[in-house]
C-alpha cells in the first residue's frame, strides 16, 4: 500500500531493503466507511479473509473484535449499536507492531533456539517476512486477503470439506459440511427452529465418456450442524498425478436449502476422484516412506515451494498459473508448500489439481523450536 501511494520505494527491488525496516515497527490504522444496512436479513458480517497481523476491529468507535493470527479467517458480527445511527459506520482497523506482539510472547515463553535474530516463533504470522537464507527482511502489517461485508438469513455454509476416494470403481465424495443458524429465523408451530436440507451435486464425465450426474441430500434437525453427505459416482474417471495418467475433473455444487427448496446458501469447485495411501515404514530401515495414488507407487519428482513474494498480497492466480506451469514443465509431480510461508489460496490448490501436482503442505512451522504457551497454543489450535 505505501508503495503505491508513492511513500516507499519496492523492498525487493536493488538495495530499498533498508528503507522499509521500520514499517514493521510501526502501527498502522486503516479505515474506510461500510455500508451496513441489513437489507432484510437477518445477519450482517464483517468477513476478514485474512488480516496480518495482530488487530483491533471497530465499527463507530466499538470494539466488534482483535486478532492475532495472520493464518485464520475471522468474521464478526457487524449489527453493533452504536451512537451514529443510519446504514453507513466507520471501520477501523488498527494494527500494532508484529515486533511488539512478538516481544510480549518471549518474554512469557523464555528464548527459544532458533537460525535468525528474529522474533518468527514468537507470532501467528508468515516466517520468512522476517527475512530468510533466500529472501529479505520486510515484515508486514494490514488486510492481506479481502474484507467484506455478507448479509444472510436463516443459515448459512460454515464450512465444507470434500474428501475423495475411489472404491471398486466408483468415485466417493465425502462433503463433511458444517452450518450455522442465524439464531434469529422463524420459528414453527411447535416453537422450533425449521430442518435445513444439504443437497451435492457431482457432475462429469464416466469412463466410457458418457455424461453423468449424482446427487444426495441430507436433512439437518435444528439440533444438529454438522453432518457427512456421500456422493456416489458409478465408472468415475480417476485423477492422476503428472505422468501416470490424466487429470479429469468434476464439477460440485454444495446447496444449503430450506425444506420448501429455498436457497440459503452455495458452494461450487471443482475435484479428482483418486485413493491415496502413504507407508512410512517401508522396509524398516529408515528409507523414505511411499507414496501410493490409485494403487500405484509414484515416483515423487517434487519441488519446495516458498511464498512467491515476501509481500503476499501481490500474488495472483496469473503468477500462481506461471510459476506452477513452469514446475509442471520439468516433470514436477508434487509441491511441498514450506513451513515458514502461508496457507495458500483457493488458487493455488486448484491449478495444482488442474496440473496434475500433488501438494504436500507443512504446518506452519520452520527451523526453530516454537513456544506451547498461549496464546500461541489456541492459535495454532484454531488454524487446524
Not at 475411489?166 to 434469529?184: C, P, Y
Not at 515458514?340 to 490448490?349: I, K, L, N, Q, T
Request: with cysteine; hydrophobic share 35%; charged share 30%.
Amino acid at each position: 500500500d505505501l508503495e503505491r501511494e508513492g511513500l516507499l520505494p519496492d523492498p525487493t527491488f536493488h538495495l530499498n531493503e533498508q528503507a522499509a525496516k521500520w514499517v514493521g515497527r510501526a502501527d498502522w490504522a486503516y479505515r474506510r466507511t461500510v455500508d451496513v444496512d441489513p437489507r432484510g436479513h437477518e445477519r450482517v458480517d464483517l468477513v476478514c479473509d485474512g488480516l496480518d497481523t495482530v488487530a483491533e476491529l471497530s465499527l463507530d468507535g466499538v470494539v466488534v473484535g482483535t486478532t492475532r493470527n495472520m493464518h485464520r479467517r475471522y468474521r464478526f458480527d457487524a449489527r453493533v449499536q452504536t451512537g451514529s445511527g443510519g446504514t453507513t459506520k466507520d471501520l477501523e482497523i488498527l494494527f500494532e507492531s508484529p515486533y511488539r506482539e512478538a516481544g510480549r510472547v518471549a518474554a512469557k515463553a523464555g528464548s527459544m533456539p532458533g537460525p535468525y535474530d528474529e522474533p518468527f516463533p514468537y507470532i501467528r504470522k508468515m516466517a520468512s517476512n522476517f527475512g530468510w537464507d533466500w529472501g529479505l527482511t520486510a515484515v508486514t502489517s494490514g488486510p492481506w486477503r479481502p474484507v467484506a461485508i455478507e448479509r444472510w438469513s436463516t443459515a448459512r455454509l460454515r464450512e465444507v470439506r470434500p474428501l475423495v476416494d475411489v472404491e471398486a470403481g466408483e468415485g466417493v465424495l465425502d462433503a463433511h459440511i458444517t452450518v450455522e443458524r442465524s439464531g434469529m429465523n422463524d420459528l414453527d408451530q411447535d416453537g422450533e427452529d425449521d430442518d435445513l436440507v444439504l443437497v451435492v451435486t457431482v457432475s462429469g464425465e464416466t469412463e466410457d465418456g458418457a455424461t453423468t450426474r449424482q446427487r444426495s441430500r441430507a436433512q439437518l434437525t435444528p439440533k444438529d450442524d454438522e453432518t457427512v453427505v456421500t456422493v456416489r459416482v458409478p465408472e468415475a474417471r480417476r485423477w492422476w498425478p503428472r505422468g501416470y495418467g490424466a487429470q479429469p475433473q468434476y464439477d460440485v455444487v454444495v446447496e444449503l436449502q430450506t425444506v420448501d427448496g429455498e436457497v440459503l446458501d452455495r458452494d461450487t469447485f471443482r475435484t479428482g476422484f483418486r485413493s491415496t495411501r502413504i507407508e512410512t515404514q517401508v522396509d524398516g530401515i529408515g528409507r523414505p516412506f511411499a507414496v501410493h495414488v490409485n494403487g500405484t507407487l509414484v515416483d515423487v519428482r517434487g519441488v519446495n515451494w516458498i511464498p512467491d513474494d515476501v509481500i503476499v498480497s501481490r500474488v495472483d492466480r496469473a503468477r500462481l498459473e506461471s510459476r506452477l506451469g513452469a514446475a509442471a514443465s520439468l516433470g514436477t509431480n508434487l509441491v511441498r508448500v514450506w513451513g515458514g510461508g502461508v496457507y495458500e489460496s483457493r488458487d493455488f490448490y486448484e491449478v495444482c489439481d488442474e496440473l496434475g501436482l500433488l501438494v504436500w503442505q507443512d504446518f506452519p512451522f520452520a527451523c526453530s523450536a516454537y513456544p506451547e504457551v498461549e496464546p500461541i497454543r489456541s492459535e495454532v489450535i484454531a488454524e487446524a
